[in-house]
């Protein structure tokens, strides 16, 4: 039986992408070493794939721009964006033509917000977790328990486990509860620990909210 | 079919055992036939307080793997006709036991008994969810400490959401708090929570509170179920629990401490 020497296999890897904006390669040479003298090491062997869509229209010496990136330490891997006659002449250089990668639109997703309800005790160790919506607890939320939701927590009992609202960075939750001894509360990243809620009169309802960056307590009395 | 009750707690060494061997008994006093088992593999007690060590030939993992059936692994009580134990296996470890397994084992014991009590091991691996997975109704052994009742509350929680009732969408189990090692004294020197206390964080129904005692150290060294000693305080709140298990309205004892009379006053207790 023959032995195969060698095996292809498609694989994935991470390439910085180097995107050259002129034409002017002093210029470049100039702005690159200050831009490798920040972090020499980070760059030092690392391979690079050239953009040249900027400078597709213009006339640009390739062979020269790989000599001022080979002098400061870095693997041009190939190149991407050009136009015909920049990738062929790549092509003559060794470089590998590479079509341009897919750049992912981050879409934000509007849904609109909904409501959670739960009529139930959450015990030590349960955790709930309201994505996109407001969350009710009809019950206790006991120690060592967790509820999180994207929206407002409402709890129509004690509060003694953690409970974290807005947890995608919404700024105007709140969280309510008729009695809060709660571990820890927080608001969009911004929280509180036992102690902090100590200061305050957690035995009647009250509601925690967000005013300029820091948790802020109000007593629900009418 | 039989009732299971579990007795679970989370937590070690709150009574778990001791509290199986007595309500097992109790209940068998009553007239009911009822069998308890030791979930407790691999380090088994229950036949210890039970006073039956020296009687073990077969146990439970024997009966799961289909090494002996059940009758040779039963044990009859001395004490009452109405009353068997399963004993735990000392040799292997808890995944011996499986749902299928346990569940096979419950099933052939519902047919004859009316009370199947589990004696859950501590923690929240494989022994005590299979023991609770298959109740109907548990008894949350409870010490008056914050460590104890953070424990039983996860406990609970496990109850609402691993059980065979839970998974099938049934009518949840039914939730007792059993409130044991309570000493009055130290609740009134703030040393304990109070039986409010811990009603009030783990909210279900209390079953019953058995006062710390002597009596049940003694009774466990000596192979007798503490429900057996008339005379004891914890014997006395065990039998109350017992009745109030069969829907019978006991009021709770021993919450108040005792009042030493004048004599006791000048010569001491």
């Not at chain 1, 831009?35 to 900027?54: C, D, S, Y």
């Not at chain 1, 608001?187 to 802020?216: F, V």
């Not at chain 2, 735990?88 to 199947?116: H, N």
């Not at chain 2, 009603?199 to 005692?213: D, Q, R």
Request: glycine share 8%; charged share 25%.
């Amino acid at each position: 039986m023959l032995e195969s020497n060698l095996e292809l296999k498609g694989s994935s890897f991470t390439l910085s992408v180097l995107h050259i904006k002129s034409a002017e390669l002093q210029k470049i040479r100039i702005e690159l070493e200050e831009k490798l003298a920040i972090a020499p090491q980070f760059f030092l062997g690392a391979p690079l794939v050239l953009n040249l869509a900027a400078v597709a229209e213009q006339d640009i010496n390739l062979s020269e721009l790989k000599q001022i990136l080979i002098e400061q330490g870095l693997v041009i891997v190939g190149v991407t964006s050009g136009s015909e006659s920049q990738l062929s002449a790549a092509k003559d250089l060794g470089l590998a033509v590479i079509k341009p990668g897919k750049t992912v639109e981050s879409k934000f997703i509007n849904a609109p917000k909904s409501t959670q309800i739960v009529k139930k005790n959450i015990r030590s160790g349960q955790q709930i977790y309201a994505k996109n919506a407001d969350l009710i607890v009809v019950g206790t939320v006991s120690n060592g328990a967790e509820v999180i939701a994207d929206g407002s927590i409402h709890i129509y009992g004690t509060l003694r486990g953690k409970a974290m609202a807005g947890a995608t960075g919404d700024n105007n939750a709140v969280i309510i509860a008729h009695r809060m001894e709660s571990e820890l509360i927080s608001i969009a990243g911004q929280y509180w620990l036992a102690e902090n809620l100590a200061e305050h009169d957690t035995d009647k309802a009250c509601c925690i909210r967000l005013a300029d960056e820091s948790l802020l307590f109000e007593p629900l009395t009418f | 079919m039989a009732q299971i009750i579990v007795v679970t707690s989370g937590k070690g060494g709150v009574g778990k055992t001791t509290s199986s061997a007595a309500i097992a008994t109790g209940l068998a006093l009553e007239g009911h036939k009822t069998v308890v088992i030791d979930f407790d593999i691999g380090l088994r007690n229950l036949d210890l307080i039970m006073g039956c060590e020296r009687r073990v030939v077969y146990d439970f993992v024997n009966v799961i793997n289909g090494e002996a059936n059940l009758n040779q692994a039963l044990i009859k009580d001395k004490r009452s006709n109405n009353l068997f134990i399963l004993p735990a296996s000392q040799t292997r470890d808890k995944d011996a036991l499986t749902k299928e397994g346990v569940g096979k084992v419950l099933e052939d014991l519902s047919k004859d008994f009316e009370y199947i009590i589990c004696d859950s091991p501590a923690g929240i691996e494989q022994g005590a969810m299979m023991s609770l997975y298959y109740a109907d109704i548990a008894i949350i052994t409870t010490n008056p400490e914050v460590s104890s009742v953070r424990d039983s509350d996860r406990i609970l929680g496990m109850l609402q959401s691993k059980s065979r009732r839970a998974e099938q969408n049934l009518e949840p189990i039914q939730e007792y708090l059993l409130l044991t090692r309570y000493s009055p004294k130290r609740v009134t020197t703030g040393e304990m929570l109070s039986v409010e206390d811990v009603e009030e964080i783990l909210a279900i129904e209390l079953v019953g509170v058995i006062p710390e005692s002597q009596a049940v150290l003694k009774a466990s060294n000596s192979g007798t179920p503490v429900i057996l000693d008339n005379e004891s305080d914890a014997g006395k709140a065990y039998s109350d629990t017992v009745e109030r298990l069969l829907g019978n309205n006991v009021p709770l004892r021993f919450l108040e401490e005792e009042k030493k009379g004048l004599l006791k006053r000048i010569f001491g207790s």
